[in-house]
C-alpha cells in the first residue's frame, strides 16, 4: 500500500524563492529519502535522513524529520529554473527493504 | 562509473505480445529492484533479487510478470502476454549491501 504522501501536489514558484515540499508516512520507518526525477528520465537521490536524525542539510537543500508526527519536509533554497521537477519521498524499513514511495510534488520554477 | 543501464528505453508492443526489459546494475551492486510508474504516480515495488534468488516478489502480479538475475548478465523482468494495462515506465535500481538505490533511466513501455 502506499506509505507516503506528498503535499502539495503541485507547486509553482518564482526563481529565487524558496520551495517547501511536505511528505507524510504511515508505519515506523529506517530511512527516508528525497528523490527528484525529470520528465522522461529516473530519480536521482537528494538526500537520505536516518531515522534518530532530525534535521540533515546538502547545498540549497534542507530536509526535517518528525518521527512522531511521521513526516518530513524538503526545502530548496534559492531555487532555480533548473529545480523544476517532480519530487519524491520514499521510505524503507532498513536492510535492504524495498522503497515505499509517494505520489511526488511536481515544482515549477519560472524564471 | 557507468550507472544502472536499462534498456530498451522505449518498447512498443501489441495486446498478446512478450516484453523483455533488461537492467545492467552499477559496477559492485548486487542487488537489484524493479518498480512500476504510472503517470503522475510515484513508483510502486515490484520485485526485489539478488544474483540467482528472488528476495522478495511481494509487488509482482501473480500472472504474466516474472523477474530473473542470473548469474551473469542483466536483470531481466518478462511480462508475458501484454496488456493495455501494462503500459506504464519500469524503473530499475541497484544497491550495494544495505547501500542507497541508485536508479536508471527507465524503460517506457506502450501497449498497442
Known amino acids: 500500500s502506499q506509505q507516503g504522501e506528498e503535499d502539495p501536489q503541485a507547486l509553482s514558484i518564482q526563481e529565487g524563492e524558496n520551495a517547501t515540499m511536505n511528505c507524510s508516512y504511515k508505519?515506523?520507518?529506517?530511512?527516508l529519502q528525497w528523490y527528484r526525477q525529470n520528465s522522461g528520465r529516473g530519480l536521482v537521490h537528494l538526500i537520505l535522513i536516518r531515522s534518530n536524525e532530525r534535521e540533515k542539510h546538502s547545498g540549497r537543500l534542507r530536509v526535517t524529520l518528525d518521527t512522531s508526527k511521521k513526516s518530513s519536509s524538503l526545502l530548496i533554497t534559492a531555487s532555480r529554473a533548473a529545480d523544476t521537477a517532480s519530487y519524491f519521498c520514499?521510505?524503507?524499513?532498513?536492510?535492504?527493504?524495498?522503497?515505499?514511495f509517494g505520489k511526488g510534488t511536481r515544482l515549477s520554477v519560472i524564471a | 562509473n557507468a550507472g544502472v543501464m536499462q534498456n530498451p528505453r522505449h518498447l512498443v508492443r501489441r495486446r498478446g505480445q512478450e516484453a523483455r526489459l533488461r537492467c545492467s546494475p552499477m559496477?559492485?551492486?548486487?542487488?537489484v529492484y524493479w518498480y512500476r510508474q504510472l503517470p503522475e504516480e510515484g513508483l510502486k515495488f515490484m520485485v526485489y533479487?539478488?544474483?540467482?534468488?528472488?528476495?522478495?516478489e511481494s509487488g509482482m502480479p501473480k500472472e504474466r510478470f516474472s523477474a530473473e538475475f542470473p548469474k551473469e548478465g542483466p536483470s531481466i523482468l518478462r511480462i508475458q502476454q501484454v496488456v493495455r494495462g501494462d503500459s506504464a515506465a519500469y524503473f530499475c535500481a541497484s544497491s550495494q549491501e544495505q547501500g542507497t538505490q541508485h536508479f536508471g533511466d527507465g524503460t517506457r513501455l506502450s501497449i498497442l
Open positions: 559496477k559492485g551492486h548486487s542487488h
Open positions: 508505519t515506523s520507518i529506517n530511512n
Open positions: 520514499a521510505t524503507d524499513a532498513g536492510g535492504n527493504t524495498p522503497l515505499v
Open positions: 533479487l539478488q544474483k540467482e534468488n528472488i528476495i522478495d
